[in-house]
């Protein structure tokens, strides 16, 4: 699967290789990396609903097309809140790749966003 | 206020209307709040970092699961479960157990605000979903969220946290669950963040000082909604059998008696308590100056009491095991074979190894474990370092507790000062002693000497004497000092004293033997003089018999003489008779 979102990124999204760190990194390796989110909500409460359509926004506009995304409802499946260590809801967990990072809220403010993905050089270095 | 009257200690049934209660199973703690936390409520418990919140809070929640059938949930915000399972596996507590049988669950929320970016609006929906479903896997009754409060370093939006943390206050209310909230003591309230504003049931505060270099902790229940509680500061001990709380008791004195008598282990001793020695479930105080024999006393009463098998707790705060073992063989008491049955336990502490309160409390729990007859604490002097009131407030709940348990104490204690001071230095604990025995120093004709005598001994008719403490390789012995011609007089002067009564009567012995020999003499004497007049008397009566017979021999020859006179004169040969007549008549 990774391998062939990243071929698919390679040929159709070159003009954003210029954008972060990561991704001038990326460009040079010849392959560019997967991002993998996860999304968790609780229920269909107007919070939740407002972050899944900004994440999709901003996937759409930033990521199109490499990467992954899981909405994870931890009224459904409570047990996975656990291993990310899930206390806000709504929270956007980017696992790949490293460094993790969450960023809770309903991902309003999308430069943060952008910022918390390491799609932005912006704010904290690292 | 109804309530108050109708708790029974264990009674939640008593009243219906009551506040049902959850016990902790902590030591001491269910007794001070009579009967444990609210239950299906919070508390809280805080304090500053290292009063022993948390371990507070895991005794709580492993009791309950343990003992009381009711399962936990830790939710722990500072420490990962491993952690936390180490911590209080060196308490016994064995939470993989408990985990593997499903009586705990532990979940550890990494509050970790360096990895979060905040974006909008958001709640702690997610901790709802973790701890509903930490409860529902467990059937949890009890909940622990261990530092709630360092949720608050992780997100910015205090408004929506505070409104976060009623609801999960309400949350735990509705689902009737027994829940300790552990939080860090704030600079001027009780808690960083206040969340006491949202608990209102309960609030315990735990404090931990340092006082002269010496460490207590302490609780007070700040506040208990609903029900009475001990409004006091309750010394506390964390130590390897888990939290224990020292409850005041010295509010009621309802301890039963017992005419029973200890004897001392010093015969003279006995015999200046009516020949009996102490009763038994009272306290003995030993107070005098250094080196006054104090201990041995203790030491007496312990191999005595040993003898008669009775357990004896032995407290040295002086000299370790091994020592008073070794000096008390001088006075010929083998302790040894007293620890070797079992019935003699030896615990030697240093005075500045814990405040007061930890010294009485862990006394607390060995009286607890061994079940002794006999508390010795020598001295109980090194345990005064605190101030004077709260010195006797603790010894006061030490003797009140022994008396309840009907164990008769004995301490002693070091005096200073000058010796016109002695009765005065313990004058504070001395109400508490029923009796109290002084040994101490007489300096006289250049050396010292132990004089004993007892002060006071509640329910017998004590001696009123002072005696000489004499201490050998036989035991110790109590001898009255010499208390003649208006003087009393210790050690040599006793010694010398007597001496010259000694040779006195022996002079006076002599004398009156002397007597009886001249008396003897005399007789002797008389009676010879008597024999010899009696020897003459015999002589004389030997010679007058004599006489007598002479005289009769010579009337009878006169007699015959005469009648041959008559013969002569009137017969047929006329010369010869005249001439016989005549030389008859000359």
């Given at each position: 699967m990774?391998?062939?979102a990243a071929?698919?990124?390679?040929a159709?999204?070159?003009k954003?290789?210029g954008?972060s760190a990561?991704?001038r990194q990326n460009v040079k390796?010849?392959?560019?990396?997967l991002?993998e989110l996860r999304l968790y909500?609780?229920?269909?409460?107007?919070?939740s609903?407002?972050?899944?359509?900004?994440l999709?926004?901003i996937?759409?506009?930033?990521l199109?097309?490499?990467y992954?995304?899981h909405?994870i409802?931890?009224?459904?499946?409570?047990?996975?809140?656990?291993g990310?260590?899930i206390l806000?809801i709504?929270t956007?967990?980017?696992?790949l790749?490293?460094?993790?990072?969450k960023i809770i809220g309903?991902?309003?403010?999308f430069?943060r966003?952008?910022v918390?993905?390491?799609l932005?050089?912006?704010?904290?270095p690292? | 206020?109804?309530?108050?009257?109708t708790r029974?200690?264990?009674?939640?049934e008593?009243?219906?209307?009551?506040?049902?209660?959850?016990?902790?199973?902590i030591?001491?703690?269910?007794?001070?709040?009579f009967g444990g936390?609210?239950?299906?409520?919070?508390?809280?418990?805080?304090g500053?970092p290292?009063?022993g919140?948390t371990m507070?809070?895991?005794?709580f929640?492993?009791r309950?699961?343990?003992?009381?059938?009711?399962?936990?949930?830790?939710?722990?915000?500072e420490?990962?479960g491993?952690?936390?399972?180490?911590?209080?596996?060196?308490?016994?507590?064995?939470?993989?157990?408990?985990?593997?049988?499903?009586?705990?669950?532990?979940?550890y929320v990494?509050?970790?605000p360096?990895?979060?970016e905040e974006?909008g609006?958001?709640d702690?929906?997610?901790?709802?979903?973790?701890?509903?479903?930490?409860v529902?896997s467990?059937?949890?009754?009890?909940?622990?969220?261990d530092t709630l409060?360092?949720?608050?370093?992780?997100?910015s939006?205090t408004g929506?946290?505070?409104?976060?943390?009623r609801?999960l206050?309400?949350?735990?209310k509705?689902?009737?669950l027994t829940?300790v909230v552990?939080a860090?003591r704030?600079?001027g309230t009780l808690?960083?963040y206040?969340?006491?504003?949202y608990v209102?049931d309960c609030?315990i505060?735990?404090?931990?000082?340092v006082?002269e270099?010496?460490?207590?902790r302490r609780?007070r229940?700040?506040k208990y909604?609903?029900?009475s509680h001990?409004?006091?500061?309750?010394?506390?001990?964390?130590d390897?059998?888990?939290?224990?709380?020292?409850?005041?008791?010295g509010?009621?004195?309802?301890?039963a008696?017992?005419n029973?008598?200890i004897?001392?282990?010093v015969?003279?001793?006995?015999?200046?308590l009516?020949?009996?020695g102490?009763f038994?479930?009272t306290?003995?105080?030993?107070s005098g100056?250094?080196?006054?024999?104090?201990?041995s006393?203790?030491?007496c009463?312990a191999?005595?009491?040993?003898v008669?098998?009775r357990?004896?707790?032995y407290?040295a705060?002086?000299?370790s095991?091994a020592?008073?073992?070794?000096?008390?063989r001088?006075?010929?008491i083998?302790?040894e074979?007293h620890?070797?049955?079992?019935?003699l336990q030896f615990q030697a502490?240093r005075p500045?190894?814990?405040g007061?309160?930890m010294?009485?409390l862990?006394?607390?729990?060995?009286?607890e474990?061994?079940?002794p007859?006999i508390v010795?604490v020598?001295?109980?002097?090194n345990?005064?370092?605190?101030?004077?009131?709260?010195?006797?407030?603790?010894l006061?709940?030490?003797?009140?507790?022994?008396k309840?348990?009907?164990?008769?104490?004995?301490?002693?204690?070091?005096?200073?000062?000058?010796q016109k001071d002695?009765e005065?230095?313990?004058?504070g604990?001395?109400s508490l002693?029923d009796s109290?025995?002084?040994?101490?120093?007489?300096?006289?004709?250049?050396?010292?000497?132990r004089?004993i005598y007892?002060?006071?001994s509640?329910g017998?008719?004590h001696?009123?004497?002072v005696?000489?403490v004499?201490m050998?390789?036989?035991?110790?012995?109590?001898?009255?000092?010499?208390a003649?011609e208006?003087?009393?007089?210790?050690g040599?002067?006793?010694?010398?004293?007597?001496?010259?009564?000694r040779s006195e009567?022996m002079?006076?012995?002599?004398?009156?033997?002397e007597r009886g020999?001249?008396?003897e003499?005399?007789?002797?004497a008389v009676e010879?003089?008597?024999?010899?007049?009696?020897?003459?008397?015999?002589?004389?009566?030997?010679?007058?018999?004599l006489q007598?017979s002479?005289e009769v021999?010579g009337e009878?020859r006169?007699?015959q003489?005469?009648?041959?006179?008559v013969?002569?004169?009137?017969g047929?040969?006329?010369?010869?008779?005249?001439?016989?007549s005549?030389?008859?008549?000359?």
């Amino acid at each position: 699967m990774k391998r062939k979102a990243a071929g698919k990124l390679n040929a159709g999204d070159g003009k954003k290789a210029g954008g972060s760190a990561a991704e001038r990194q990326n460009v040079k390796n010849g392959e560019v990396a997967l991002v993998e989110l996860r999304l968790y909500v609780a229920g269909q409460t107007p919070k939740s609903l407002a972050a899944l359509s900004n994440l999709k926004k901003i996937c759409d506009e930033h990521l199109a097309g490499r990467y992954k995304l899981h909405v994870i409802d931890l009224v459904k499946t409570p047990q996975l809140a656990r291993g990310d260590q899930i206390l806000a809801i709504p929270t956007l967990v980017k696992n790949l790749p490293v460094p993790i990072r969450k960023i809770i809220g309903d991902l309003s403010d999308f430069e943060r966003v952008l910022v918390g993905l390491d799609l932005r050089q912006t704010g904290r270095p690292n | 206020m109804t309530t108050l009257r109708t708790r029974g200690k264990n009674g939640n049934e008593i009243h219906p209307l009551k506040l049902e209660k959850a016990k902790t199973g902590i030591a001491g703690f269910d007794d001070i709040t009579f009967g444990g936390v609210p239950k299906g409520r919070p508390t809280i418990v805080c304090g500053g970092p290292g009063c022993g919140k948390t371990m507070f809070a895991m005794e709580f929640l492993v009791r309950g699961a343990a003992e009381f059938n009711e399962p936990g949930v830790l939710m722990t915000f500072e420490e990962t479960g491993e952690e936390i399972t180490k911590n209080v596996a060196s308490l016994g507590f064995d939470l993989d157990g408990l985990v593997a049988c499903k009586k705990l669950t532990l979940d550890y929320v990494k509050v970790e605000p360096a990895e979060m970016e905040e974006t909008g609006e958001y709640d702690l929906e997610g901790l709802f979903v973790r701890l509903q479903y930490a409860v529902e896997s467990t059937g949890a009754k009890r909940v622990v969220l261990d530092t709630l409060e360092a949720i608050f370093s992780g997100f910015s939006n205090t408004g929506m946290l505070r409104a976060e943390i009623r609801r999960l206050f309400r949350w735990l209310k509705d689902r009737k669950l027994t829940t300790v909230v552990t939080a860090e003591r704030g600079g001027g309230t009780l808690t960083r963040y206040g969340l006491e504003e949202y608990v209102s049931d309960c609030v315990i505060f735990l404090d931990h000082r340092v006082a002269e270099q010496v460490s207590t902790r302490r609780m007070r229940i700040i506040k208990y909604r609903g029900t009475s509680h001990g409004a006091d500061e309750y010394p506390f001990l964390i130590d390897e059998k888990g939290f224990s709380v020292l409850p005041s008791s010295g509010m009621k004195l309802t301890h039963a008696v017992s005419n029973e008598r200890i004897p001392s282990g010093v015969r003279d001793l006995d015999d200046m308590l009516e020949g009996k020695g102490f009763f038994k479930g009272t306290t003995v105080l030993v107070s005098g100056t250094a080196g006054s024999g104090k201990s041995s006393l203790g030491a007496c009463l312990a191999d005595r009491s040993c003898v008669d098998g009775r357990k004896v707790l032995y407290v040295a705060f002086e000299e370790s095991a091994a020592q008073v073992m070794r000096n008390m063989r001088s006075i010929g008491i083998n302790l040894e074979r007293h620890i070797k049955k079992g019935l003699l336990q030896f615990q030697a502490w240093r005075p500045t190894q814990n405040g007061l309160e930890m010294h009485l409390l862990r006394i607390h729990k060995l009286v607890e474990q061994i079940k002794p007859d006999i508390v010795i604490v020598d001295p109980i002097s090194n345990l005064m370092m605190g101030n004077v009131h709260e010195v006797n407030s603790m010894l006061m709940r030490l003797i009140d507790f022994l008396k309840t348990r009907q164990i008769t104490g004995f301490f002693t204690s070091l005096t200073h000062g000058a010796q016109k001071d002695i009765e005065q230095t313990d004058v504070g604990i001395s109400s508490l002693i029923d009796s109290w025995i002084l040994v101490r120093h007489v300096e006289l004709n250049g050396e010292r000497n132990r004089c004993i005598y007892v002060l006071k001994s509640r329910g017998m008719a004590h001696s009123n004497q002072v005696r000489e403490v004499v201490m050998s390789s036989e035991g110790i012995r109590l001898i009255p000092v010499y208390a003649g011609e208006g003087v009393v007089l210790p050690g040599s002067g006793r010694l010398s004293q007597e001496a010259r009564e000694r040779s006195e009567a022996m002079q006076r012995e002599q004398a009156s033997q002397e007597r009886g020999r001249a008396r003897e003499r005399k007789r002797k004497a008389v009676e010879a003089q008597i024999a010899a007049l009696r020897a003459d008397l015999a002589a004389d009566e030997v010679e007058w018999s004599l006489q007598t017979s002479e005289e009769v021999h010579g009337e009878s020859r006169r007699e015959q003489d005469a009648a041959a006179m008559v013969r002569l004169r009137s017969g047929e040969s006329r010369n010869n008779r005249q001439n016989v007549s005549a030389r008859g008549d000359a």
